[in-house]
């Protein structure tokens, strides 16, 4: 009697019809990883990302070893902590070249730390969140982890605030509902309510100010940076310790670094065209 030939495990569907994509499966996953451990300083280890994100530890292990090997991550000898490596620091470099931002920023960043004694910083929006694309620091303002690429919640960063401000409310109001379930502001007494007031009136003075809500202790002011079409795409700010002197003269500097990297960014996309 012939043997019967093994029963093939059949894939599990998806919504659309279609077996699932182990590929895309594991795909998804590395990109999971490489978001996670970007986020924090000191990074994670393979136990501490299979907790996470609710893998199988001997996954998550194939997929850093992967991702090690090929560059995209660097693991500590001594505590077998993983964080991003420097193939990630090129492509996410090679990106900001490519939106010309950095080049055409940098030389008012340095203006602006000069003028103000904070330090300059440029952000955009990103899937809803607030990420450095840029910084020109204050020496002993080093500290602050702050790093380019990394992103935090807009809602508690002045430039954040600039970037929320010229979404459309009601876009802007279903990002920001949960913060007020949660406790991601550190005001107690936020509300979606008071946000959005808040937001009204960054949009009309056209800065935005921060005290002590993403780090205790330091405060920053920022400004919208528009490209050749008038659109908010971007944001600076000068942030420094709380209780910043000459607070009007601060907003003063700001605002022009705003307008001056706006209207070079206008310059570099016309000669582009």
Known sequence: ???????????????????RDVGTTSLLRALCILEMVAQKSGGFTNAEISRRLKIATSTTSYILSRLEREGYLTRDAEDGRYEIGLKVVALAHGALRGMGLRKVAEPILHRLVGETRYSGIVGVLERG??????????????????????????HSTALGKVLLAHLPPLKVAKRIERYAVTPASRNPKFTVEGFMRELATVKKQGYAMSDGELYLGISAIAAPILDSNSVVRAAVSATGPTRMAEEDKLIASVTRAARDISQRLKQVTTLSR
């Open 1 to 19: 009697m012939a043997a019967l030939a093994p029963v093939r495990k059949r894939e599990p569907e998806s919504k659309t019809g279609h077996a």
């Open 129 to 154: 969140l607030m990420m450095i694309v840029d910084k020109v620091e204050r020496p002993d303002l080093a500290f602050i982890d702050m790093d380019i690429g990394v992103r935090y919640p807009a």
